[in-house]
């Protein structure tokens, strides 16, 4: 497949949609689906969620060659940032060369939990709610058989004892496994369940019963080895800068705020076309970096210098689905499953994870580099442009013209507009 998708940013949309074509990655239906670009209509969207008065579009681009796990992919992605999707397939053509990003998958649950109060003997209860684990998981695989029919279902029973401003709660905590599904209805729906059960159980109050975003049962490793020489001439060297930006990021919140927002660049647009909910992966993934008291950087890079190799890693949780919620509902998520081959849930998951590491890796690179700049301004005069009423005739031009002044803004770009349309 290597070939035809060579110099695919340089292509315009008739030859994106050939190579497309040619790749066979997609059946005819969906194919026709993106030649006619069609999207979500009114009435699905109508019922989808409330107040619709429209739907609403994001560009929607791919990143070829993407190698994980000895596979090579098609990345959907769907941002509104320019430089994004350019900085994947730069990174994600770094790391293809140097055998890929490996992936390790170290479970695939879902947590929940009820919060109870008012109990006196938090003890007593605690070793009352374990005596009565397998009742309780009975319970609450009774409330959904049908994820227990497919080979799911609650797993087991963890409890906590937390005291907040002289209030105690005794959080007892679900544990599903929810296979292809993110689980979130499913864990409310045993939650609910479970909350007569242990308020009779303990003589407390349940508070609430509700998924917990904070996925520790669903953490995903990807992780690179790049030789010093596939990131230029001056390997090595950058190789040392973006050991030291990762230590940074370890160190600095301020730092790890920003490191970590790279990262999600690329999370949440193959989250977004993946139909996940990327509210869901965000939340997880912020809690999960401030695990050891201290936010910092997700990933982490280091340098072998007995191998000459640039070592990167990053483990998030990622409660992705392959089914559920809109995943089967929005044609542009059918589309984007096909391009990525219908991962199931936990081959999607190290996709996304290792896609967060390639753009943190992009990033870094050009941070120690270059510096962010160089490649942000070309795009950001793109944008002038755009918004100045440059034509595809001669966007080009404007751009050109707008990079060689010595301040870049909508006025200027206005004036350059208006002297090539006299
Ligand atoms: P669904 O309620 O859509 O449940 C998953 C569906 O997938 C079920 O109907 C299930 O069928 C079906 N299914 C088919 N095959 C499988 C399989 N192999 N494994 C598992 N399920 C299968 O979605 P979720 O419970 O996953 O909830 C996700 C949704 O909840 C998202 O839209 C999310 O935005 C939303 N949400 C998120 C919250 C949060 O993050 N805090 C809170 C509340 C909602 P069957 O029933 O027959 O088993």
Redesign the pocket.
């Known amino acids: 497949m290597g070939n035809i998708w060579s110099r695919f940013y340089k292509k315009n949309r008739a030859e994106r949609l050939e190579v497309i074509e040619q790749s066979n990655i997609l059946e005819e239906e969906y194919l026709n689906l993106v030649k006619d670009n069609t999207v979500l209509d009114y009435d699905t969207a109508n019922n989808m969620v409330e107040n619709v008065i429209g739907t609403f579009s994001l560009p929607f681009s791919v990143v070829p060659n993407f190698v994980v796990d000895n596979k090579s992919y098609v990345i959907p992605m769907v941002t509104e940032e320019p430089s994004v999707v350019a900085a994947c397939s730069n990174a994600g053509k770094i790391v293809a060369s140097s055998g890929g990003f490996t992936t390790t998958i170290h479970d695939r649950k879902m947590i929940g939990h009820v919060a109870l109060y008012n109990i006196s003997d938090t003890d007593s209860a605690e070793q009352t709610i374990l005596k009565n684990k397998d009742l309780l998981l009975k319970t609450a695989n009774e409330a959904?058989p049908?994820?227990v029919?497919?080979?799911?279902g609650a797993k087991d029973i963890d409890i906590r004892v937390l005291t907040e401003d002289g209030t105690t709660f005794v959080v007892v905590y679900l544990i599903v496994d929810?296979?292809?599904?993110?689980?979130?209805?499913?864990?409310?729906?045993m939650l609910e369940a479970l909350k007569v059960s242990l308020e009779s159980l303990t003589g407390g109050i349940a508070l609430m019963a509700?998924?917990?975003?904070y996925a520790t049962s669903s953490l995903v490793t990807s992780r690179c080895a790049i030789p010093f020489e596939k990131l230029g001439e001056n390997g090595k060297y950058l190789a040392e800068r973006i050991e030291l930006a990762s230590k940074f990021a370890q160190s600095d919140v301020y730092r790890a705020a920003t490191h970590n927002k790279g990262i999600f660049n690329g999370i949440d647009s193959i989250v977004i076309a993946s139909g996940?909910?990327w509210?869901?992966i965000e939340?997880s993934c912020q809690s999960y970096a401030v695990k050891d008291g201290k936010y910092k950087g997700l990933s982490t890079w280091r340098c072998d210098l007995e191998n000459n190799l640039l070592i990167g890693e990053l483990t998030v949780p990622m409660p992705v689905?392959?089914?559920?919620?809109?995943?089967g509902i929005n044609p542009s998520v059918k589309v984007a499953r096909q391009i990525l081959n219908n991962p199931d849930?936990k081959t999607l998951a190290g996709i996304i994870t290792s896609v967060g590491l390639a753009q943190n890796l992009a990033a870094l690179k050009a941070l120690v580099g270059d510096g962010i700049q160089k490649g942000h301004m070309k795009l950001h005069a793109k944008s002038l442009a755009i918004l100045a009423g440059a034509t595809n005739d001669n966007l080009d031009l404007v751009v050109d013209k707008l990079r060689e002044q010595k301040h870049m803004n909508l006025a200027i770009a206005k004036q350059i507009v208006s002297e090539l349309s006299n």
Do not use: C
């Open positions: 959904y049908s994820i029919q497919r080979g799911g929810t296979l292809e599904a993110m689980g979130a209805n499913m864990l409310n729906t509700i998924l917990s975003n996940n909910d509210r869901a939340s689905a392959s089914v559920g919620g809109s995943i849930a």
